[in-house]
């Protein structure tokens, strides 16, 4: 009788180990998947900044942040869009990068070949001249879709010029995954992005993702960042 007690109580603490385990690897696998999410919306942002210092170095200034600016720096005198003012960032880094000009295309190819990474959540165009040679010179028989990059969440990418930001030049809608929008304005971002001690900007350029979470954090908290983190350094 003894004996048997004993057992009832030894299968109560199999059970309840067993329970335990399965909990820490229903954890660990959901850890896992999130993880490897964020290494993807890592990697994507590497991708883009090696491909935004190549342009760098041959035009000497990072890629526009507004369709005024990229039309102003790489096709004078030619019309571009009429913009709608949304994801207009992250729209006119990939544009400047599709250029065939000063020996780009920049762009760099499986990436803008994934469409998991490449929409056009606002569905806004660019006209039919500014692909032509004399204009951006992409390359012929393209979309004319005024395409963003999304991260693993389905929101896009957001990518600031840091020169335009410090003139005041930045006023622009993110239109997330799920249709709605949030407002990035030059005021707002030249405080968030500022780092906490030094006042410094992120390099020329930023470029983050919102993180799992969808909300802007101009790159703290979740956010994914063009920038070694201002948490990390603190
Ligand atoms: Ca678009
Ligand atoms: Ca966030």
């Given at each position: ?154 929101n ?20 997330l995954g ?32 919102f993180?799992?979470?969808g ?20």
């Amino acid at each position: 009788m003894h004996r048997r007690g004993f057992t009832l109580i030894e299968i109560m603490i199999v059970i309840g180990i067993i329970v335990i385990l399965m909990a820490v690897l229903v954890v660990a696998f959901s850890g896992a998947f999130s993880k490897s999410e964020q290494a993807e919306a890592t990697a994507t942002i590497q991708t883009l900044k090696t491909n935004i210092d190549s342009y760098s170095s041959r035009w000497g200034t990072a890629p526009p942040g507004n369709m005024q600016d990229l039309a102003a720096l790489m096709m004078p005198n030619q019309v571009l869009a009429a913009p709608n003012k949304e994801n207009e960032g992250i729209e006119t880094l990939i544009l400047a990068l599709r250029s065939r000009k000063e020996n780009g295309p920049y762009l760099d190819v499986p990436l803008f070949a994934d469409d998991k990474r490449r929409t056009n959540l606002d569905m806004d165009m660019v006209v039919e001249s500014a692909l032509a040679p004399q204009a951006l010179d992409i390359e012929v028989g393209t979309s004319r879709d005024l395409f963003e990059f999304v991260d693993p969440w389905g929101n896009p990418l957001v990518y600031v010029n840091i020169v335009e930001l410090r003139n005041g030049r930045l006023d622009q809608n993110v239109t997330l995954g799920n249709g709605t929008q949030v407002r990035i304005t030059a005021q707002e971002a030249q405080d968030a992005l500022r780092h906490p001690t030094t006042g410094a900007y992120p390099s020329d350029y930023a470029l983050w993702s919102f993180g799992p979470d969808g909300i802007n954090q101009y790159g703290r908290g979740d956010d994914i960042t063009s920038w070694p983190k201002y948490e990390d350094e603190e």
